[in-house]
RNA sequence: GCUGCCAUCGUCUAGAGGUUUAGGACAUCGCCCUCUCAAGGCGGAGAUCACGGGUUCAAAUCCCGUUGGCAGCGCCA
């Protein structure tokens, strides 16, 4: 056992999106291929912004995506609970290292007002330099101290960055990356109001909870010189730090709202499934040696590995991800298929769509369509004629196939002929029998097959597109096809 | 503005100095199969490896520069 542990750790101020998923599959990823412990951790400590909502959110989506975590501060049911920084604030985690930190002389509290920084920071940006604090309480003296203690009661603690000298990430996915030290300011690590900021939280908690590994998208790369600092400071053992590319919507920018579906639980929402996701994200951003497309998620669990993600950014491409899905569908049996739509259909609220509809014709019509469906929300559509009593006639099909100068003729004689006899067939209405009995016709009448083929589709499911007609005609039963066919007869001759 | 990261077909990528006429996948186009639509099979088109300099007998692969894209620069995470 190798002992590696990695973590997710969002904040909930959102729905959890396709950048956040992309970060949790990897580092649950690299855990299961492993054999390491996979942590999530919620972020919550921006008191104005997190959510009830979303940390619900997030946890439905990760329940969905079945990104599991090995481990939580308690058990609800078989399950684990997540960390939450917030229950740890209150345990006084942070503002114990916070302590640590003043009384080593690695950081100092600071009474500066919020109008006094952002003056700074307009002075540092009018003179092209880098936005940064100007470290006018770090030189405190201690009377001075105890003089704006009186007067403003909270301050916050800053970090003391040293100016000399660089910071060297030693990245797995990048290799070296040097940061020079002066570029960086004294960072808050604790807030006026007690509370933990980013930077802090992130390295503390890091720490305590024994993470190894600390794989996340390359936006934190710039972060992390101020992390390795305090580690130093606290004389801990840096983890080591994985950060990877980016993934961007298809004008160039990071993925953001701006550009239509972003929270995973949209993509729940028009039917794609929770493999065909996972299956793609793997893709964005690592791949393998034979360049492999369709995994399973054992098959990823398996072969995940850090070395293999690639540095540069990707871009998020719909047309694939639905082509996957639709390969994840194809890979289903009729069983899993259905359950599959029910669940869809539940968690869509849209389970009066199909009200009334007969189950076992519904798994039947399924079948007979399952190649064709990229999405679990195109079911609907595929099989509703088989149910409606009216079937809607597109009119571009009737104007084409029944009512055409070319068409008319042979269509009528056809579905006249087949009304009388097929409601004669006796037993055998099999895809088969019906075939030859469409075949010979044709032949008897000399024309050809498609021009007996195509009125009877057209009749029966009032489209030019659908299943293999003779086994749609098989499902249907002989009642209904010859009602379908003369109802079509009245109406069209 | 400063700092950092990145740069191979439209998109995701393979490629770690010679085995590359740069391979695969999606999309696209054509053909085959075929009762329609799909699915499947076969094939085509598509990348002077961002650009410019080096290093080397040899570079998509190493080095430098340029350009472009992205990211970070909060009492947000």
Not at 6 to 19: N, Y
Not at 223 to 230: A, L, V
């Amino acid at each position: 056992m190798s002992g590696i542990r990695v973590r997710f750790a969002p904040s909930p101020t959102g729905d959890l999106h396709i950048g956040g998923v992309r970060t949790a599959l990897f580092n649950c990823l690299f855990a299961k291929s492993q054999a390491g412990k996979f942590i999530l951790r919620i972020e919550d400590t921006d008191e104005a912004r997190s959510t009830e909502g979303s940390v619900q959110a997030i946890l439905d989506a990760m329940k969905w995506l079945e990104l599991g975590w090995d481990e939580g501060p308690g058990r609800e049911e078989t399950k684990y609970s997540p960390y939450y920084q917030m229950k740890r604030k209150e345990q006084g985690v942070y503002q114990r290292y916070a302590d640590e930190l003043v009384a080593k002389g690695f950081a100092y509290p600071c009474y500066c007002t919020q109008e006094e920084v952002d003056e700074m920071r307009k002075k540092a940006q009018a003179d092209k330099l880098p936005p940064k604090y100007d470290r006018r309480c770090r030189y405190l003296t201690a009377e001075d101290r105890k003089r704006k203690e009186n007067k403003w009661a909270k301050a916050v603690i800053r970090f003391k960055m040293p100016d000399s000298e660089t910071t060297i990430l030693n990245d797995l996915i990048r290799g070296k990356v040097e940061f020079n030290n002066s570029l960086l300011d004294d960072f808050i690590i604790m807030k006026a109001n007690g509370v933990p900021t980013y930077n802090f939280a992130c390295v503390i908690d890091d720490y305590l909870m024994d993470i190894t590994h600390v794989l996340r998208g390359d936006d934190h790369i710039s972060n992390t010189p101020r992390q390795i600092r305090i580690y130093d400071a606290l004389n801990w053992q840096v983890p080591k730090f994985a950060h990877m590319a980016m993934i961007l919507g298809s004008d160039g920018a990071r993925l953001s709202k701006r550009h239509g579906h972003t929270s995973v639980l949209e993509y729940r929402k028009e039917g794609y499934l929770q493999e065909a996701l996972i299956n793609y994200l793997a893709l964005l951003g690592w791949s393998t040696e034979d360049s492999q497309q369709v995994f399973t998620i054992e098959e990823l669990k398996q072969k995940f590995s850090i070395e293999r993600c690639g540095t540069s950014p990707a871009t998020f491409d719909t047309e694939k991800l639905l082509w996957l899905n639709g390969e994840k569908i194809r890979s289903k049996t009729p069983k899993q298929l259905f359950e599959l739509f029910v669940d869809w259909l539940k968690y869509t609220n849209n389970e009066k769509l199909i009200e009334g509809w007969d189950i076992e014709l519904l798994q039947k019509s399924i079948l007979l369509e399952q190649e064709k469906i990229k999405l679990l929300k195109d079911i609907p559509f595929l099989v509703n004629f088989f149910f409606t009593k009216d079937i809607e006639y597109q009119e571009e099909a009737v104007n084409k196939i029944l009512l055409s100068d070319k068409s008319k003729d042979s269509a009528e004689l056809v579905l006249n002929e087949s009304a009388v006899i097929l409601a004669r067939q006796q037993q055998d209405f099999s895809a088969l029998a019906l075939e030859k009995y469409a075949r010979d016709l044709a032949k008897e009448k000399n024309i050809k097959t498609g021009q007996v083929f195509h009125p009877i589709r057209v009749a029966i499911s009032g489209r030019t597109q659908g299943p293999s007609l003779f086994h749609m005609m098989e499902l249907m039963g002989k009642d209904e096809v010859v009602r379908r066919i003369s109802v079509a007869i009245n109406k069209f001759f």
